[in-house]
């Protein structure tokens, strides 16, 4: 991986009068331009041509500058010409799935720590780190040892797509080469799956934001957490999977997800909710120097509210999409509008005004 040293350097050699902000144009970069325009930045996008129009549809979120690219899974050096440009990349769920491993040798600076994006694109890391935290998981196995409904997930950010429920090894055999021949995923994917025990209750996706800059509300090493908002996940046909049974159509549930839903908690549920985001930061700075930024841990609360963490993600996620203007518990937190892409920018500007642009940057 790229020393952080360099990254430090090359970001020190910054004109910090003229910082721009860079992501890839998919997942959030709609609302990660907005927020940075909000803040006064230059934006830059790394597109297709098959994309610009979507972007042309947005112009309070349409990026300054593009940078075109053939396909996603080919932005490397796009993004590498970032380091030259004065600019900070946001990572989102696109670059994990596009880019991969390429990401350690960026010589883009990251906002973020970009160590952490490999803790959340290796399961067995993830489970590490939120068994660390003190977080309830639900069990894992392998196939061979399969015993009653489990949910099979194969590595990267791809949005629930291909995910399948098995509740024995023939059933996990059968499925997974199902999806392997409808091209969904590889047979590397299958066999670095995590298989989880299948938990029922209300799934919740708290957004949380790390800030090592500032000490104020709930405090955690050298600065505090806030929690920003809260969705829920629209599945493709899980959601009313009902309606084909009443029909009498036998359907195999889908996890891909098609969309988000805004939530509210009940307010006693808030304070698990913050001692969860408080504890996988505690458990970051432990384990790989911290989260700095957004993430998001995916829970699900049962019938007695406890709450138990299945995955982390360890960036903005497309469920912030839902609160450009800020969410309802926001204007607990600011006196503006403040959307989780404009509190990335609020930051990258707090940090350059205070001369830490390498507190928030990796």
Known sequence: MIPKKKIDETVAGYDKRKLAIATLCSHSALQIFHGAKQEGFKTIGIITKQKLAM??????????????????????????????????????????????????????????????????????????????????????????????????????????????????????????NNVIKAGLVTKQDVENALIQEYLTGVRFYPHYFYSPLTKYGLRVGEGHVEMLSIDRRIETNVEEIYRSHAAGIKTEPSFAVAGNMPVILRESLLVDVLDMGKRIVEASIDLFGGIPGPFCIETICDEDFKFSAFEISARIVAGTNLYPNGSPYTPYLFKEEMSTGRRIAREIKTAMLMGKLDKVVY
């Open 55 to 176: 972007y042309d549809a947005f112009p309070l979120a349409k990026p300054d500058e593009f940078i075109f690219v053939s396909d996603y899974h080919e932005a490397a050096d796009a993004l590498d010409s970032l380091a030259d440009k004065n600019a900070i990349f946001i990572p989102h769920g696109s670059l994990i799935e596009y880019v991969g491993k390429q990401i350690e040798n960026l010589r883009a600076p990251i906002f973020g720590n970009r160590r952490v994006l490999f803790w959340e694109a290796n399961r067995q890391k993830m489970f590490q780190w939120m068994k660390k935290a003190g977080l309830n998981v639900p069990g894992s196995t392998i196939p061979e040892k399969i015993k009653g409904p489990h949910i099979v997930k194969f590595p990267g950010a791809k949005g629930g797509r291909g995910y399948l429920i098995v509740s024995s090894p023939k059933e996990f055999k059968e499925k997974t």
